[in-house]
């Protein structure tokens, strides 16, 4: 199985690197998560419970940090173990890169299931790892925002009345733009009949 993509964050490049390296904010983030811990340099043992489809199982396994370069990219490689529900390893290239709105969080993940999950089929697979992707990625802007509010706070106020702006030009029927003009327009006329 193979998957990638990528996430726009309100944080800045260093606290996102931070975050993604704190056990803490992975075990929350992580759906199913119960337990990670440092098990040596860049090294984590992990506990998670798993349900795809009619399958599910308590896995655990170990994922080693590699290809360090901070704050920009690791490489993590995977293995976890969940009885005779199957096997999941693999590895995924994470990637930070800072922009105007904060940073782009970038992913690319190779993988190999066995087992009963293997069993179930590539499309629940695949469709049950994206989930767990968009859940994770959900949960980390989540505890991100709870982290860095300030981050947030800025672009929720800009887009808020930006959208608001907008919306309630969609709801008078009449473009942004006409208002605009209709503007300038009374403003002139006020002007000169002054």
């Not at 904010?25 to 759906?31: E, G, H, M, Y």
Request: glycine content about 12%; proline content about 4%; charged content about 20%.
């Amino acid at each position: 199985m193979d998957m990638q993509g990528n996430r726009q964050l309100a944080v800045t490049q260093q606290q996102a690197w931070d975050a993604l390296n704190d056990p803490e904010v992975l075990k929350r983030c992580i759906p199913g998560c119960d337990k990670v811990q440092a098990d040596g340099d860049n090294r984590y043992a992990i506990g998670m419970a798993l349900k795809i489809g009619p399958v599910a199982a308590k896995f655990n396994g170990k994922i080693l940090l590699s290809d360090i370069n901070p704050p920009s990219s690791y490489k993590l490689g995977f293995d976890g173990q969940g009885g005779v529900a199957g096997f999941g390893k693999g590895s995924a290239q994470v990637t930070l890169a800072p922009n105007d709105e904060g940073c782009e969080l970038g992913y690319t993940v190779n993988a190999q299931v066995g087992g009963k999950i293997a069993q179930l089929g590539q499309r629940l697979i695949d469709g049950a790892a994206k989930n767990l992707a968009e859940d994770f990625f959900k949960r980390f802007d989540e505890e991100m925002q709870r982290q860095h509010p300030e981050n947030y706070a800025a672009k929720v106020v800009m887009g808020d009345s930006e959208a608001e702006a907008e919306t309630s030009a969609q709801n008078s029927g009449v473009p942004v733009w006409v208002w605009v003009a209709g503007g300038i327009v009374l403003a002139a006329a006020a002007w000169w009949l002054r």
